[in-house]
């Protein structure tokens, strides 16, 4: 439950006891298209093994 108090001190700390880590619910990347193809392009090229 989110009830956007993370500005008032007393309140944040009462709900970080809750759950104290904090989860963004969406992230929001802007990328030009030349970046997202030098991207894809180095992704390509180095693989990376999990």
């Known amino acids: 439950m989110n009830v956007m108090a993370a500005n008032i001190p007393r309140f944040a700390d009462f709900i970080m006891g809750f ?3 904090i989860v963004p619910y969406y992230t929001v ?3 030009s298209k030349k970046y997202s193809l030098m991207r894809i392009l180095y992704q390509a090229t180095h693989e990376e093994t999990e």
Request: proline residues 17%.
């Open 19 to 21: 759950s104290p880590k």
């Open 29 to 31: 990347t802007l990328r």
